[in-house]
């Protein structure tokens, strides 16, 4: 089973391409359409996968991946302990820039079975910024929706000057004090 | 690393990032003193419980009995009854010396709410007596104050029984080992974080509403989160008791359908202590790596049968032969034995949620 790579093939001309793993499906299409919405002048694609590493049978039609979005369900262990075992199976390469970790469904707090000191030790441990979103609610998916494209054209390299890993190390010097 | 050792940290004034704010305050000399007391106490809590976090270490109170002062009636009455949980915020001179002064207004207070705002004579007889009475003994440490039963109790409408009055609602407050927040408190305010009612709701309205104009407090529903509840599972298994095992009783609700499935997990008592007694490193102590590697062992054993990943779904409840939870609020306590310790913990969360 191979790695996923973030440098193992050519780019393709004004497009970019994202990845989101979690276990909950629905989630991932309400992002992506919230994604798809949104005004863009580039071609995007959107790949969903519930777990990594992806099937290697398909590896030679699937676009450069740019930005790998783990999604965590704040009311599921379950998602988070699946982004964990998933997380062995990237290239270390992403990890320098390349990758965000999405919390859903922190509007609910006293729902939570995933406590937060998890997934921000998470993120400080894979060096990745950690994104918090209530995808229920309709203004805080589109902000999210919006945030996650900007992010997805730095690590494509459609911003002059603005590399993903000095963008995740402008956002890791605001999260740790 | 603060954060590990919260109860350690206690004893120690130099708790990190109280005292630069506390004094920066004060040299603006914009608030009042009280003021600044009080700032800086919630300073000292945030940096404790940033963004709802729980602790990662829980002592279970070594002195779990109750103290001799204890009416047994009185805590017999609190065992074995469906709870409601409230947290409530700091009274505003609410005075011990009072208690039949307090009666005597808010059993006009209730008549009037009952009488759909009709205007009743206080000391009226109304058919509904309200009593305030104090809990003794039910104290984790010296500095708590003292427990306090309220009772609603409405005469019998046929004349001829008229001898007792039954008890149709009753409520307490309570706060045990609550230092934390007694430390950050100026001296006109009762700490009596957790309120616990029995009987309608409508009582339970009226009555609230009566404290929260008298003593300036405000009360609000306690619920439990699953990460909680999994704290007491742990804790709860871990403890001894002697006689009347139950089942050891998870309750899980499986999100995602429209019509809401549950899922109930029970476990022989002892199977679960023995569980529990191989995940506990030190005893009298428990942390949140034990709690989470007792609940996945649990977990694991259900899937290997089933096929399902509780880990996916939300704990609703939990019953153990000491006390059982349940996450919208209630309660209902079992052993005497463990009450204090039970009520340490609501405590915690109570002031955790009003704070």
Known sequence: MSLVRPFDKLPTLNSAAILLVGTDESQQQQLAEAILKEKKNFKINIHVATSLPLPAERDHIRPRIDLIAFMINMQSKHSLRNVEASLSHMDANFFLGKVCFLITGVGRMNHCSVEMNAVRKLGNLYCSPVLFCELDSEGIRVATAQRLLRMLQICAGHMPGVSALFFSSLMKSSIDE | MRRSGRRQDMDTPDSGGMTPLGRKTAETGINFTSTTRFSRGLTFIRTHTLFGQSPTRRIIPQTSLLQENADP????????????????????????????????????FVAAEKQKGLAVEVGNDLGIKVTLSTLLGLKGTDQDQVAILVQIASRSQLPFENAENKVVWSG????????????????????????LANGAESYTAIVGSWFQKTFDCYFSRLTISPLNLAWMAAMWTGCKVDSHMAATELVFSVPCIPQSLDISYAIHPEDAKALWDTVQKTPGEVTQEEVNLFMDCLYSHFHRHFKIHLSATRLVKVSTSIASAHCDGNIKILHSKHLIGVLTLLTELAISQIQ
């Open chain 2, 73 to 108: 009636q009185k805590i017999a009455f609190l065992l074995r009854k469906q709870w409601t949980l409230y947290s409530v915020t700091p009274m505003y001179k609410f005075s011990y010396g009072n208690l039949k002064e307090y009666s005597r207004l808010l059993s006009a």
């Open chain 2, 172 to 195: 307490w407050f309570c706060c045990i080992s609550g230092d934390d927040l007694l430390e950050s408190v100026p001296e006109d305010f009762t700490c009596l974080s957790l309120f």
